[in-house]
């Protein structure tokens, strides 16, 4: 389950900008990889929370399912997004040699 904790991705966020310092690499590469994910993130969210709406507007009547539809594909954007930093966090640390 640590995969899956924004807290252990916060924290693996730190120990990689003090990992980079330490070996003199430039915090480019990390400022970088954070804004990039913040703004994919936004989108990602935004679109899921569009193309969710759509679907549940179309397809389903209750509230309720279309509360959970609009939820799930909102769910899904989050974590592909989240997915996608822990992917490059994982590629950078196999730069500096950690």
Do not use: P
């Amino acid at each position: 389950w640590k995969e899956f904790s924004l807290q252990y991705l916060l924290v693996d966020c730190c120990l990689l900008l003090l990992s980079t310092r330490i070996m003199g690499e430039s915090d480019f590469k990390i400022s970088r990889l954070l804004d990039e994910s913040f703004e994919t993130t936004l989108k990602s969210v935004g679109y899921g929370f569009c193309i969710g709406t759509g679907v549940a507007a179309v397809l389903f009547r209750g509230k309720l399912t279309r509360s959970a539809v609009l939820g799930c594909a909102t769910g899904f954007a989050l974590g592909l997004s989240y997915a996608n930093l822990q992917h490059d966090i994982d590629q950078i640390r196999g730069e500096s040699g950690r």
